[in-house]
């Protein structure tokens, strides 16, 4: 009697602990179904699934993503010509050059010259598609909660507010340079000159770009005036 309780206990007990362990893992698909593990299991999948959904919609490649180099080169063969801030406002004032500040708005109603025209060339990002919430994701990483991206309205709005015909000069915030120094040998690339590329891309012929970028206009305490005009 006290045989057949003992092996019954034994057996009890080894049941107990093959329900414990085939309720705990699934030996035949190697995954472990415990509620921790299931729930990392989940957090990897959903992340997968993410990856493969932004890979999957991210727009193509466009014209201002193009290599320095390239931009540069043709940048040279339209001879796109920098000119210093002095230089800049004279031929406003002169010869009815228009300055294009491609800023953001907020930037172009804290301070900009007078008369400036604003077509910011990046802007807020707008969309919720899954490439835009990941590039989201991804600013706020480095702590910037107000992403941008380039602005598919940029050729549309110029050719509004200024036209073809206008002569301009591209101007943003540090304004990069075409020519090269020790530190940067193939220039500079900045906001201005990747519009100034858009533009002679598009078809606009009096391209200029100012060297230096607004930074050197307020220093040097040129005309400027805030909001909008």
């Keep these: 009697m006290i045989t057949m309780l003992a092996a019954s ?9 093959s329900s414990r362990i085939s309720s705990c893992s699934d030996f035949t698909s190697g995954h472990s179904w415990r509620p921790i593990e299931a729930m990392k299991l989940h957090r990897m999948r959903a992340v997968s699934s993410i990856r493969i959904s932004c890979a999957a919609t991210k727009p193509a490649k466009t014209p201002a993503e193009e290599e320095w180099k390239v931009k540069r080169q043709l940048l040279a063969e339209k001879r796109v010509r920098s000119v210093d801030v ?7 004032k002169e010869n009815n ?9 907020a930037e172009f109603k804290e301070a900009h010259p007078p008369g400036a025209i604003n077509v910011q060339i990046y802007r807020l990002i707008k969309e919720w598609t899954a490439w835009d919430i990941a590039r989201r994701a991804a600013f706020a990483f480095f702590g910037i909660f107000a992403g941008t991206e380039e602005n598919p309205e940029f050729i549309q709005s110029v050719d ?22 020790q530190n940067f040998p193939d220039g500079k690339q900045s906001r201005s000159l990747i519009a100034a590329y858009l533009l002679v891309l598009n078809g606009y012929s009096n391209v200029y770009h100012l060297e230096g970028g607004l930074s050197a206009w307020f220093k040097e305490g040129l005309p400027a005036v805030e909001g909008e005009e």
């Excluded at 206990?9 to 602990?17: F, G, I, T």
């Design 97 to 105: 050059f228009v300055i294009l500040d491609v800023r953001p708005e």
């Design 86 to 92: 002095k230089e800049a406002l004279r031929l406003q």
């Design 160 to 181: 509004a507010k200024v036209g073809k015909n206008a002569k301009i000069i591209v101007a943003c915030s540090t304004g990069g340079t075409l020519k090269p120094t």
């Design 9 to 17: 206990s034994v057996m009890n007990s080894n049941l107990a602990c």
